[in-house]
Structure formats: C-alpha cells, structure tokens
C-alpha cells in the first residue's frame, strides 16, 4: 500500500458528516447495556473501515470500538454487524485472538443503524505486507504468527461454538461465485467490465474437486490484525464482516494473495524483494499452512487465486458503487474504486494461468 494510501487508514478524525449520529442517545444505551461505563464519551472516527463505519470512543476509564452499519439503502445481507459480533463472541469463547464484545444493538432508532461495541485493542497494525518497520531478522516470525493464526482458525470445530447456522456447509466456492457475481452484475451504477464479465462466466465451470467447511474470515491481511506492541504475535483480527462456513482453501488462498498482489492496491508483495526482506517465499508460506493443517500440498493453487482476486474486485466494484451513490464510509474509498479495473484484469491474468 502506498504511504498516501496509509496515512488515510491510520489514526482517527472528526465524525464525516454522513456519519454523525445521536452522541447523547448512545451514551444512554452504553450505560444500560455496557458493564462498567462511565462517560463522559468523546467521539471520533477511525479512517480506516470503509465498509462498516467505525469510531473510537474515548472515557476517562477506557477506550471502546464502536462498528456501525452504514446510513442509507444497503444491499441485502450486506453490512451485517450483528454477525461480527456473534463470531468475535463465539471465538473469543475458545481462546482465538479477537476483541472482547460488550454489546451488540439492532434497533435501528437508537444512532440511525445497527451496532456493537467492543474492546479497544492496543497494539500494532502494518499496512504493509512487508512489515517495513520489522528488523529483517524478525520478519519470518512475524509471518509466521500469521500463518499460524489462520490454521488455528480454519481448525476450530464451528459445530461446537453452535455456529451451524452461521453459513451453508458444502460448495461453498459456487455459492460465492454466484454471491459475487450478482452483487456485480446488479450494482448498476458502478457499470460493467469485461474482464469481469469473463470470469463470471469462467469460474463457476473450473471449480476444484472436494470439499471441505471451516469457519472462514474472508478478509484475512495483515491490516486486518493487531500485533502485540513488542512482540511477533498476532493479539486480535478485526473485520469480520465477510466471515462465513466456508472452504478453508479459499479463506487462505485469499491471505496469501499478498504474495501478488501490487502493494499500492491493498497490503500486498508483488515486486518485493523477498530474498532481501527476509521474507519467506510463496512456497514456503503455503508449505508452513499445509504442515499445521495436515496436508500434503494445495493442488489447483492458481483457480484459488483467480477466484480471490475477482471476490477482491466484485468487493472494489461495490465500493466504487456506493461512491457514485455517496455512501462510502472510508476517506479512501474513491482510491479502491479507481483500482477496480486493475483488480478485474489481475484476476483474468489468474484466470488464464490456470489454462
């Protein structure tokens, strides 16, 4: 990611103007419904999250995350924040790495939109895939933790966290092609694209055989995790939204996209020196995942990617969508909208690797 691209992530602002809602009204649901608050509250937003409208809320005591859906008509099933709060309370009951939930709200008269309040997680985050910050001989153990985080998640039984229900078990990669898909094909305003249009009609006939089901992120990157502020250890994932049952291929596949993917589009390796960064290769990154997950190795690893890259664009184009429509919430949403087309051609580029 570019060093512009990351300053308008990092750090809060003043409430946008799209975003403002009843200060007055959240602090009377917090003090009803958050064990332990005590206001005054001091409101800001952060400028990362252009999905989900996120804030800080700073008190004498502590600090909370406060995630939002966005005002205005939504996309059906889109922006559930009531999901996020469920899977960061189902695994935060086993030990995962998240944020502690203290509340979720899904009466929309309260500030306008459904919401949920979480713990303040402090550490650090990188927006950059290759951890420029890191001293080269740190870097394997901070991908490392990486790895280790996303095979301990795709390993815990859904089935005894009650979340049966919390997706579809089984084909799962035509499902969200066809998600994608229409999510595309139907955002008008954002128009359509001929890349796009291809792997629409290329994807669903190329799927892998097998199956399998596991609790998936969907947006697992480095700037989606908080690291421990000394140490290589990943202390909380953030952004849930996409999270579903799904194929565990697919949720990692989608993580070590980074390897390439252009660091100006989002946190990505693509054109690094690997070697120099001490940074561990491609191979041996989805060696190490398939040693802690028992496999031997990933076959149709390319159908993987290109499915990847296009969820990536379909999510672009939806971004570019609600920023015709003025309902994006991120200060650089207009940037990722502009990406889309390279997204949709680096997809097709996969796409046609794979034969």
Not at 57 to 70: A, E, I, N
Not at 137 to 150: C, G, L, S, V, Y
Not at 287 to 315: H, K, M, Q, V
Request: aromatic share 10%; net charge negative; hydrophobic share 45%.
């Amino acid at each position: 990611m570019s060093a512009a691209a990351a300053d308008a992530n990092v750090g809060t602002t003043p409430i946008r103007e799209a975003h403002r809602f009843d200060e007055a009204a959240l602090i009377r649901w917090m003090g009803a419904h958050v064990a332990g608050f005590d206001g005054p509250v001091a409101v800001e937003q952060f400028k990362g999250g252009q999905s989900n409208p996120t804030y800080k809320l700073v008190t004498p005591g502590r600090s909370y995350v406060l995630r939002r859906k966005p005002p205005g008509p939504l996309l059906k099933g889109a922006h559930a924040v009531e999901r996020e709060a469920r899977i960061l309370t189902a695994l935060g009951s086993v030990g995962f790495p998240v944020p502690t939930v203290y509340g979720l709200c899904e009466d929309d008269s309260v500030i306008g939109s459904g919401f949920y309040v979480m713990e303040m997680v402090e550490g650090r985050i990188f927006w950059d895939a290759s951890f420029p910050g890191v001293a080269a001989q740190e870097r394997p153990a901070f991908f490392d933790a990486m790895n280790d985080t996303i095979a301990r998640l795709h390993q815990i039984d859904y089935r005894a966290l009650g979340l049966e229900d919390y997706g579809k078990p089984g084909n799962y990669f035509a499902r969200q092609i066809g998600r994608w898909s229409r999510q595309y094909l139907e955002d008008a305003d954002a128009g359509r694209n001929a890349d796009m249009d291809a792997l629409v009609e290329w994807l669903p006939a190329h799927i892998p055989p097998g199956d399998k089901t596991t609790i998936v992120h969907g947006d697992f990157r480095c700037d989606n995790m908080i690291f421990h502020p000394t140490e290589p250890r990943v202390i909380a994932v953030l952004d849930w939204e996409l999270s579903t049952l799904g194929h565990p291929l697919a949720d990692f596949a989608y993580h070590a996209m980074m390897y390439q993917m252009p660091p100006d589009i989002v946190a990505g390796l693509a054109g690094a020196d690997l070697a120099a960064g001490n940074i561990p290769s491609e191979q041996a990154y989805v060696a190490a995942y398939c040693r802690r997950t028992g496999r031997s190795g990933i076959p149709d690893w390319e159908f993987y990617i290109a499915f990847n890259i296009f969820r990536l664009a379909a999510i672009f184009h939806g971004i570019a969508g609600r920023v015709i429509r003025g309902t994006a919430a991120s200060a650089h949403a207009k940037d990722r909208a502009a990406n889309f087309p390279r997204l949709a051609q680096l997809a097709r580029a996969a796409m046609e690797r794979c034969g």
